[in-house]
Each structure stands twice: as C-alpha cells, then as structure tokens.
C-alpha cells in the first residue's frame, strides 16, 4: 500500500497546534486529539495507524503533567514510552518516517556544559524517565525518524511558563521564581518549522537520528520571568508586579514532587550541521508569543 499523508498525534496541544499550520504543505494531514485515539490504547493506536496508512507520523502528544506523573507513572510510561514504540513499529512496517519529541528532562542536570545526543541520559522524574524510555522505543523500532530533543517549550496555544508568569502578575502583589535551573525557552513555532523542513529535506531518510533542538542563548526561569514581564509591561500589559521586583529563589524553596535538572541546556551542533539551521535567539520566539496573546487580548 501506498503510504501518504501526515498523521499527527497530540493536535490540540502546544506543539500540535503549531505543527497543523506547519505540516499540510506535506501532504493530506489528519489532526487526532486525545478525543479521536488514546494512544495509551494500543490496539487502537494500532488500528489508526493502519487505518490511515499515513507516509509520515508525528507524535506531538505526551503526557506532560511533570508532577503529577509521579503519582501515575504507569499511565506515563503507556503514553511516553509504550505508545511512541507502537507508533515506531507501524511506521517502519509502512515505511514511513517518524517525527516524536523528547525533553531535556531525560538528563540529571549535573553538567556544567549544553548536553550532546551522545551523553548519558539520567532522568530525575518519572516523566524524564518515560521519556527517556520512549526515546529508545523510537530508536530501536523505526525505520527513518526524527526525534527532537527540547526545552522549555513556549507557544500562543496550552500552557506554558510564560502564560503563568503573565497572569501571576497581573492577579500577585509579589512573584518569587527560581532562579538556580538554566535552560532556553523555546518556541513551538519555529519547532514546528524545523519539522516541515527536516521531513522535506531531500536526504531525510539519511539524516534520521536523535537531535537536540531548542533556541540560542540561555537564561534561568527567573530571567525568562523578568524578561516576559519587561516586554508584557511595554505591549501595554497592565501589571501589579514590575520585572525588577521579581524575587530570585532557590530550587530548593520551591519544591516540587518532581526534582528538575539545574543544567536544561542542549547542545545544538548536530541538528544545526545536518539539518543547515540557523538558530534564533529565544527572546525571537517569546516575542512572537506576547505578540499574539496581546492581538487576542485587545
Ligand atoms: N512543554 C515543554 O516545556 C516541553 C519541553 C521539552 C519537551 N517537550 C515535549 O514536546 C512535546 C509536545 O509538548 P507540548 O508542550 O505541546 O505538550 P502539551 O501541550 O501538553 O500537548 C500534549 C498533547 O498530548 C495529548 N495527549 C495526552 N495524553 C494523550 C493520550 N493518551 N492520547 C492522545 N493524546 C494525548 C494532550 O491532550 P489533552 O490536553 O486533551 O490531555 C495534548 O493535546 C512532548 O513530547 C513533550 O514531552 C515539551
């Protein structure tokens, strides 16, 4: 049978929603939300795959609540790992290419330089560890794939950091944020780019690998909290706390369930040799997103 199309997985979520605007110019895409398929359903899962015989299968959606992961890693580890491998199998059975993302979450956060695809992975979380596993599940059972490997994923649609830091501020009198984990905001919509342009390059098949994708530069969570607020203040944004007011933390005053790494940096040479990319500072991508929050403010 003819594979074609694109199935996406996790349409309605941050990177799926960009990845429906990105990816029609490959072919017919079919958009599935949690509503069409659980994927944590492996005969369904299965069944869909077959059904649509897709020539490219993108896998946007996870399980990504971190902390309550903890409590559910069974559920986890269906949509993390299980599901990816299924998705991996059916694709190379169709000889489709496979796209799935992956996180900075795989890693322990104790190096003192941007991680490579190359270094050991040692997830602190039941979600790191899931995804880890479903990195391998990929790796081990498709034909041509793409995973992608990111950090700090921002985007217009869902939620995300930015969002919280926007409304936080606006509902607080004060905002404390941490200020001890380093890592790059990165957009959905340039990940989102770099998808169409990785699947539509020439030797995609040939390139296929783990690759670590998020934007230029580095901040912590608290200079991404000051920098969103200083912009939000200048669109106009009508805000109780200001960006200079926002009180730097430790990781350590702020726990979680679920320990983040204190390293998130990824090291980008790989995907910027192969794929020809020139990657954009985060602050490109950030302001993107106040952008369009502020046009559907107003
Ligand atoms: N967000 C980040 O900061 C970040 C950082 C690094 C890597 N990543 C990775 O990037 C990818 C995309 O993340 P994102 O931020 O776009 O996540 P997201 O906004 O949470 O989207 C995930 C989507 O998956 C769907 N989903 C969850 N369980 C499902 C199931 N059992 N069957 C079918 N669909 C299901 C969700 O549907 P519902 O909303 O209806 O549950 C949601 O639409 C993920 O692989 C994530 O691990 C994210």
Redesign the pocket.
């Known amino acids: 049978m003819a594979a074609e199309g694109v199935l996406l997985?996790?349409?309605?979520?941050?990177?799926?929603h960009e990845l429906q605007s990105e990816l029609s110019v490959l072919g017919r895409l079919i958009p599935?939300?949690?509503?069409d398929?659980?994927?944590?359903d492996a005969k369904d899962l299965q069944a869909v795959i077959r059904h649509h015989a897709p020539r490219y299968i993108v896998?946007?959606?996870?399980?990504?609540a971190v902390d309550k992961a903890e409590q559910e890693p069974d559920l986890a580890q269906?949509?993390?790992a299980t599901?990816p491998g299924i998705m991996a199998a059916e694709a190379k059975s169709l000889g489709a290419t496979m796209v799935?993302?992956?996180?900075?979450?795989v890693f322990n956060g104790q190096s003192a330089q941007p991680y490579k695809e190359t270094d050991a992975t040692d997830p602190l979380s039941v979600y790191g560890q899931s995804?880890r596993d479903g990195d391998i599940e990929v790796m081990a059972k498709a034909g041509a794939f793409f995973i992608f490997?990111?950090?700090?994923?921002?985007?217009a649609h869902?939620?995300?950091?930015l969002k919280t830091m926007l409304r936080l501020a606006q509902e607080r009198d004060s905002l404390s944020v941490v200020a001890d984990q380093h890592g790059v905001p990165?957009s959905?919509r340039w990940m989102a780019q770099v998808t169409r342009e990785a699947l539509q390059h020439p030797q995609h098949a040939d390139l296929s690998g783990l690759y670590h994708l998020s934007n230029a530069g580095r901040t912590t969570w608290h200079g991404y909290a000051q920098y969103v607020l200083t912009q939000a203040a200048q669109m106009g944004w009508q805000l109780k706390v200001k960006p200079e007011d926002v009180k730097a933390i430790g990781s350590a005053d702020y726990p979680l369930p679920a320990p983040r790494p204190a390293n998130s940096m990824l090291n980008t040479h790989l995907v910027q040799q192969n794929l020809g990319l020139t990657i954009p500072i985060w602050q490109t991508g950030v302001d993107e997103v106040l952008a369009a929050l502020w046009a559907t403010k107003v």
């Open positions: 997985f996790g349409a309605d979520g941050q990177l799926g599935l939300t949690l509503a398929v659980d994927i944590a896998n946007a959606a996870a399980y990504t269906a949509i993390n599901a799935h993302y992956s996180t900075d979450y995804k490997r990111s950090s700090w994923v921002v985007g869902g939620g995300n950091f990165t959905a």
